[in-house]
């Protein structure tokens, strides 16, 4: 029994692993949007000639700046979903451990019974805290995933028409993760490791 | 001794026009110069190129630094137009707080301006250097022609002497003239790109100057001393007119009848300017890249 809690140990480290990549990506895709954002606000103020002042000297400027500038916005899409594709393959690592996790129980040797599951021995996790918190990550990040997936294609497919406030409202829920609670996250964490501390 | 100017391996892009005729590797220079010729002219691009991706990447991070000292002058700027309404609060009861306020950020705004003022002088010397670098491509003979020890030099002491080998490749398939094309593309980019943030600078100086002073900034001023120097250098100026060139977009034109270089230009025409400097408009950094590629991978070099 205490081998595969050692297992699952294992396995709660990498997954630490790739939470903090998960956290690194965030910060990434949150700047990523906000200029994004930035660029589609100012578009309306850069279609308007009157507002090149001298610069309307020089032919085709209006067109030039546009060019530009939807250019950077199409690079900022591509990295986004560049930065989406990395996300979802944490999702889908948190998914393998959570199906990993239930083959370890299922496959050993001794095949617990629901009471050894739930059997404590010291302050050693038991092995369904184990298998229920590598389930509740996996559930927590991937609607995360999801969710950051339809507020990038909000904001990629409604560039044109959405006003800045809106802009705003989507980078503040993109920041805040509402689908990741920090304390669900870190007490599933406390459980397993509750010896190291 | 065929092998080392038959052109064996050519790349699949196109280059030029010149390429059509290099099977005929026809060289009127003797082989055994060209023996020695192709190396020193190997080493001579080897060195030169490597320089341009370096002043590449300098213009970048000086562009990058300069467009922060313009968004940090238009902010100083702004706040000291909007302080005679600021809501203050409680600091309203400090004696001359508005006063004071504005001459900070006016003080603010000198600081900024010379800033400014030096990463644009950074950025000719810059695109001054470049047009070094394409400049000095040409590998000459030196000394006696038919001495069986041959040297060279990067300035022709023979007026025969065309430094290209008699235009045969360099390394596989590029000759002197294409590489000099090549590089001659590329800094056109970077010297277009000079003319338009040179407005943009004369824009961003002018902001908060006050009106009636009879030293408003023309576009025939020097913004610094040397400033025209380095600018011919470039050949950014114009000996006619006693003028720089004028800004323009690539294959456009521009008509300057009449700059107002405003002093208070609104939020929105600044927000403009500084997106207009971030967007490097006559700089296709796309191509820049396919140029250093396909040089880099002529001469066997990572060059970006």
Redesign the interface.
């Known amino acids: 029994m205490e081998a595969i809690v050692n297992k699952f140990k294992e396995k709660f480290n990498k997954v630490k692993e790739d939470l903090n990549r998960w956290e690194e990506l965030q910060s990434r895709l949150v700047s990523q949007f906000r200029n994004a954002s930035y660029i589609i606000d100012?578009l309306q103020?850069?279609r308007?000639c009157k507002?090149?002042?001298?610069?309307n000297?020089?032919?085709?400027?209006t067109e030039?700046?546009l060019a530009?500038?939807m250019q950077?916005l199409e690079n900022i899409f591509v990295s986004m979903r560049k930065t989406l594709e990395k996300f979802h393959s944490i999702v889908l690592f948190l998914a393998k451990s959570d199906r990993d996790g239930r083959q370890l129980v299922k496959g050993s040797s001794s095949r617990p019974t629901m009471k050894q599951l739930q059997q404590r021995v010291g302050i050693k996790p038991r092995l369904i805290d184990c298998l229920d918190g590598l389930s509740l990550l996996h559930d927590l990040y991937y609607s995360e995933y999801q969710l950051k997936l339809s507020l990038v294609s909000a904001l990629s497919a409604n560039a044109l028409k959405l006003s800045s406030s809106d802009h705003g409202a989507l980078q503040q829920l993109l920041a805040d993760q509402p689908n990741i609670q920090t304390e669900e996250v870190r007490f599933v964490f406390d459980i397993v490791f509750a010896e190291e501390d | 001794m065929e092998a080392l100017y038959s052109t064996t391996s050519f790349p699949s892009i196109t280059i030029d026009s010149n390429l059509s005729n290099l099977n005929s590797t026809s060289s009127p220079l003797p082989p055994s110069v060209i023996r020695l010729w192709r190396p020193a002219a190997q080493r001579n691009l080897k060195n030169q190129w490597p320089k341009l991706a370096s002043y590449r990447q300098q213009w970048c991070s000086i562009s990058s630094s300069a467009r922060s000292h313009a968004t940090a002058l238009v902010n100083s700027h702004l706040s000291q137009r909007y302080m005679p309404n600021m809501e203050l609060g409680v600091l309203n009861d400090m004696p001359d707080i508005r006063k004071r306020a504005c001459f900070k950020l006016f003080k603010q705004q000198e600081q900024q301006r010379s800033k400014l003022l030096s990463s644009y002088k950074d950025m000719v010397a810059v695109v001054s250097d470049m047009k070094n670098i394409s400049r000095s491509m040409r590998c000459f003979f030196k000394g006696e022609n038919n001495s069986p020890l041959l040297q060279f030099s990067s300035f022709p002491e023979d007026k025969s002497d065309s430094g290209d080998g008699g235009g045969i490749p360099v390394f596989t398939s590029l000759s002197i003239s294409s590489h000099e094309k090549l590089a001659d593309e590329l800094i056109q980019m970077f010297m277009l790109e000079l003319c338009?943030k040179r407005?943009?600078v004369l824009?961003f100086l002018s902001i908060g100057c006050d009106d009636s002073q009879v030293n408003q900034l023309k576009w025939s001023d020097e913004l610094y001393p040397g400033e025209f120097n380095h600018l011919s250098n470039c050949n950014l100026y114009s000996e006619e007119t006693y003028e720089p060139a004028h800004?323009?977009?690539r294959c456009?034109?521009?008509?300057?009848?009449y700059?107002?270089?405003?002093s208070k230009?609104n939020s929105?025409?600044l927000?403009?300017?500084l997106?207009?400097w971030l967007?490097?408009?006559n700089i296709d950094y796309f191509r820049v890249d396919e140029i250093f590629d396909m040089v880099g991978e002529e001469m066997h070099v990572r060059l970006s």
């Open positions: 100012r103020l850069l308007n507002n090149y002042g001298d610069l000297c020089i032919d085709g400027i030039a700046v530009k500038q950077s | 338009l407005l943009l824009e800004p323009r977009l456009r034109k521009c008509e300057m009848v700059l107002k270089f405003d230009p929105e025409v927000q403009v300017y997106t207009s967007a490097e408009l």
